[in-house]
């Protein structure tokens, strides 16, 4: 089986399933990483994401571990991920791809410049939350960075590409250098909610602005880094300040579970913050977040 570097759809262009026969219709590409290229299509009136694969083997594994979730996503009466996985045949070559929920949203940096940075705690707790719900099911979402996810018209964070998606207890099969603990030697590539709750962290200071500050200190030599060098960037930044509790004890592994650090993340009162700044979007998603998390929390 080819690999798919070299596909590249056209828009109005048509991907037919070698298999289930499914056709869908190609809008345009959504983005591209180290292991696929991912486009928006359509199936009649309904809008998914394609993922083309860049090596079958991959692209295989990624299936097998989105089909396992969505198993226990529809056992806990959740709405599956997955849609379709099949092969095409495209210019004599065949490529292997899966088709999966789509999210509408923007870029986390898109959103703060569209409706302000006191979204960035809305942002942050809410992506906690979903990182609790993967991990509830035994699911550790393992190359979590800016690029992976969105943010939707609700100010909710929605989590995208599951590539890095490892059962717990596993290796993480895939990761980014910045946000990976072991790289800041914090840890072991072990799939646990720490290397999540590590990643987050990382996130949350790049969005708040402090991108420079850690590739400083990713210039230097392994031995150099540490995840206190991190911890001290958000208790110096004036957006994560007041959650730099937080990102301090998930740097340096201080959570049993990404539920402890979202109930801290709650706490602390970031949110409460941004009602006072930026009141206008919040009442009833806001609450029925908290929600979620109460009834997540006894399960």
Known sequence: MATSSKAALAAGSAVRGKWNQRTYRIERLLGEGANGKVYLVSEGSRMFALKFGFDALNIQSEINALKAMDSRIRANGGTPFLY???DADWNGAVFPFYVMRYVKGLSPAAYMNRYGKAS???IGYTLLLQLHRLHRIGFIFGDLKAENLLV???AT???IDYGGLTEKGKSIKQFSEWYDRSYWNAGSRAADEGYDLFSFS???LILAGSANRIRELADKPSKNRSPQQLANIAKSNPLCR???GVLEKALLGRYSASAEAAAEWKERQALRQQD???GAWIPAVFFGSLGLLAVSLLL
Do not use: G, H, M, N
Request: charge should be negative; charged fraction near 40%.
């Open 242 to 244: 007041p959650i730099a």
């Open 120 to 122: 960035f705690y809305r």
């Open 276 to 278: 006072k700044r930026s």
């Open 84 to 86: 379709d996985a099949d």
């Open 157 to 159: 964070a929605e989590l």
């Open 202 to 204: 990382v996130l949350c």
């Open 152 to 154: 939707s018209e609700e």
